[in-house]
């Protein structure tokens, strides 16, 4: 099993920043990919960034030049660090960690950007 625990979100005004952690716990040696993923009231859930256990990242393109993904191994943990928050980023952002053998989801963190 896995266990995954984000924290960080919070209330934003439009323009500022969040970092969001999602430290993960348990039998993580396999995972090959760790991802944020946020959904908003009445909309799909949606993949917001990704990383491998390369290093390699994606963006969706709502994002790209605005949010970074990263990951710290020793840690266990991966952030999303968001830049330029927008009124429409505001979303509970899940962590998702894959393995072959399936996927696992964290509790989610609240994400509000508002004045």
């Known amino acids: 099993q896995v266990q995954l625990v984000e924290s960080g979100g919070g209330l934003v005004q439009p323009g500022g920043s969040l970092r969001l952690s999602c430290a993960a716990s348990g039998s993580i040696f396999s995972i090959y990919a760790m991802g944020w993923y946020r959904q908003a009231p009445g909309k799909q859930r949606e993949l917001v960034a990704a990383?491998?256990?390369?290093?390699?990242?994606n963006y969706a393109d709502s994002v790209k030049g605005r949010f970074t993904i990263s990951r710290d191994n020793a840690k266990n943990t991966v952030y999303l660090q968001m830049n330029s928050l927008k009124p429409e980023d505001t979303a509970v952002y899940y962590c998702?960690?894959?393995?072959?053998?399936?996927?696992?989801w964290g509790q989610g963190t609240q994400v509000t950007v508002s004045s």
């Open positions: 990383i491998t256990s390369g290093g390699s990242t």
């Open positions: 998702n960690g894959l393995k072959t053998t399936g996927g696992y």
